[in-house]
């Protein structure tokens, strides 16, 4: 039972790129929740997403950041024009779809390392 | 959700129990204490949660006061591969929506 994957691990892109970062949750889980740790920072919440619609989005920047969960295939995490700020390390994270005891937990993936020249 | 304050960084002998302290004193009736884990490089893994009764599980105990204004995680025998940021996070118990708010979190060094 493969856990939350996230790919690439590592993305290096140059400002004023694109980045794509994509999650596939857990098997089973419908809800996917994007994380970004700055250098030396704690985790900061992004957005959380359920299938075909984004639910909080609080945490997201107002401008360049995007973030989809389709039905079918992973979620993606979009950063357009990205700048020296953006880069960091994205974690996804998923829960089960139930309203259940199991909702209590979220399981992280590896991350995504971002770095921007 | 209710703040929580940790100490910065500890440090444990391995094979000897590590206490991580967390302070809730805002706690509300209805909110529940998680901790989590990162080890370095990797993303945050759940450990252990409790509303008022003390917890345990393979990886940890949990002791919250009488007054639920604090709580300690017990690693009964810390190893080496212990050696992460603990965070404790107090957060509403919710159906549907796991936001958890992470804070600075303690660092904890196990060592020989």
């Known amino acids: 039972n493969a856990g939350v994957m996230q790919n690439p691990r590592h993305l290096v892109r140059r400002r004023g790129q694109e980045a794509r970062l994509r999650c596939s949750p857990m098997?089973?889980?419908?809800?996917v929740y994007w994380y970004r740790q700055l250098p030396e920072e704690g985790l900061k919440f992004m957005v959380y997403?359920?299938?075909?619609?984004?639910?909080?989005e609080s945490g997201m920047p107002k401008e360049r950041f995007s973030a989809e969960f389709p039905k079918e295939g992973p979620s993606i995490l979009r950063i357009q024009q990205v700048v020296r700020g953006d880069s960091a390390a994205y974690f996804c994270a998923s829960s089960p779809n139930a309203a259940t005891l199991a909702n209590e937990k979220l399981f992280f993936g590896s991350g995504t390392q971002l770095s921007v020249l | 959700d209710a703040k929580t304050t940790q100490p910065t960084s500890m440090d444990c002998a391995e094979g000897r129990a590590a206490n991580l302290p967390c302070n809730h004193s805002t706690i509300s009736g209805n909110e529940y204490v998680y901790w989590y884990r990162q080890i370095h490089s990797q993303g945050p893994q759940y450990i252990i949660h409790g509303l008022k009764n003390n917890e345990t599980n393979e990886m940890a105990s949990l002791i919250i006061t009488e007054d639920r204004k604090s709580s300690t995680l017990i690693l009964p025998h810390a190893t080496l591969r212990d050696t992460a940021v603990y965070y404790c996070i107090v957060r509403v118990r919710a159906g549907g929506g796991n936001k958890l708010t992470f804070g600075t979190g303690t660092q904890l060094k196990v060592e020989l």
């Open positions: 098997k089973g889980h419908s809800h």
């Open positions: 997403l359920q299938k075909e619609n984004i639910i909080d």
